[in-house]
């Protein structure tokens, strides 16, 4: 079984160490280490090259969101999940476009925490169930038309473009791999390619960016359960 | 050995000083709630030493009336504001765990708590 490391970034330390302890008793995570600001997280994620990290956004010296933002630069495959108690939309967008991998709030359950960090692993989004639904209805907002990738929509193969789509209906990669019936790596390795080719850091903001391109087609699948 | 009840609403803040605290020799955790009403039943059941209270779980001053009411003490905490509240000692920012355990260890007698409450404002 892998263990699945984690950084633990917040600037409240109760709140981290517990945390951390909570996390400890799980035998498929490990907590590499902690940070109590965006700059000494950037410094932990240099040191400890962990597999996730749980942001916290509003920090001392460098916020959760600079951070993100620095962070990804360097180590692009660091999967962040912003794990705070803002449920706005400036704070959940702006992660989403600094490129967090998920965005959960903190009143979650501690066996909600565990499941979403287990879907990390298999490539899933982990997003509170209101966030998700604010970022459904931007979907329905006049597309908003905001620092483009130069190569807007083009390069995609078609067999990327139907793995968008399944993207965009927010199926995970194993999910997507029987619709398609190819291998769940192959998936990954379209999704790569696809966030090679659009510029962008994770399949949310492939999402957002597809259906506010239209590069496909929004609820083109029959329901598959 | 202290004996220490937790009132805390945010669950994952609960589990996390739930867990903390089972790691403490000198400390033993007796009761754990969410609910108001319910932590309120145990705490007159159990007469804990201390109630560690989650700033914000509560409806405020009721609340903490309440609970000194029984005799237990309060140690307040606000994982927000970084912070530790002695009802009604004083308060203090948190800088390490360390920080809870001295405040649980050092609340005072149960006279001094009563006499203060009389004449001091809440924090």
């Known amino acids: 079984m892998k263990t699945l490391g984690v950084l633990l970034v917040d600037d409240h330390i109760l709140f981290r160490k517990g945390v951390a302890a909570v996390l400890a008793s799980r035998p498929d995570l490990q907590v590499l280490g902690e940070a109590g600001d965006g700059l000494e997280a950037v410094e932990r994620a240099r040191a400890l090259i962990p597999d996730v990290i749980l942001m916290d956004i509003n920090m001392p010296r460098c916020d959760g969101l600079e951070a993100v933002k620095l962070i ?41 925490l565990f499941e979403m960090l287990a879907g990390i692993g298999r490539g899933e989004a982990p997003i509170s169930g209101s966030l998700a639904t604010k970022i459904l209805n931007e979907f329905r907002q006049p597309a908003k038309i905001e620092n483009q ?77 | 050995m ?47 030493d201390v109630v560690i209270l989650e700033d914000g779980s509560h409806e405020g001053h009721s609340i903490i009336t309440r609970i000194l009411a029984t005799g237990a003490k309060i140690v307040s905490l606000n994982f927000r504001e970084n912070s530790i509240s002695i009802y009604h000692g004083e308060q203090r920012t948190v800088h390490a765990v360390d920080d809870l355990f001295d405040a649980i260890e050092n609340v005072e007698g149960e006279k001094g708590v009563m006499e203060r409450s009389m004449t001091q404002p809440e924090n």
């Open chain 1, 72 to 112: 990804k630069q360097e180590m692009p495959h660091v999967r962040i999940i912003m794990l705070t108690v803002a449920d706005d939309d400036h704070n959940l967008f702006a992660a989403i476009k600094n490129g967090a991998d998920g965005y959960l709030l903190k009143n979650l359950e501690p066996t909600q």
């Open chain 1, 149 to 225: 990738p130069a190569e807007a929509g083009s390069g995609l193969t078609p067999r990327e473009i139907e793995v968008l789509e399944w993207i965009v209906e927010g199926k995970t990669n194993k999910e997507i791999a029987f619709a398609l019936s190819i291998a769940e790596d192959t998936v990954k390795i379209h999704l790569r390619n696809i966030l090679e080719k659009l510029h962008l850091h994770n399949r949310i903001q492939a999402a957002v960016y597809a259906v506010r391109q239209g590069l496909v087609q929004t609820e083109r699948h029959p329901s598959s359960g």
């Open chain 2, 2 to 48: 202290k004996r220490v009840f937790l009132l805390a609403g945010n669950p994952l803040f609960h589990q996390g000083i739930q867990t903390l605290l089972a790691r403490r020799c000198d400390v033993e955790l007796v009761g754990a709630e969410t609910d108001v009403e319910r932590a309120i039943a145990r705490i007159r059941e159990l007469e804990p």
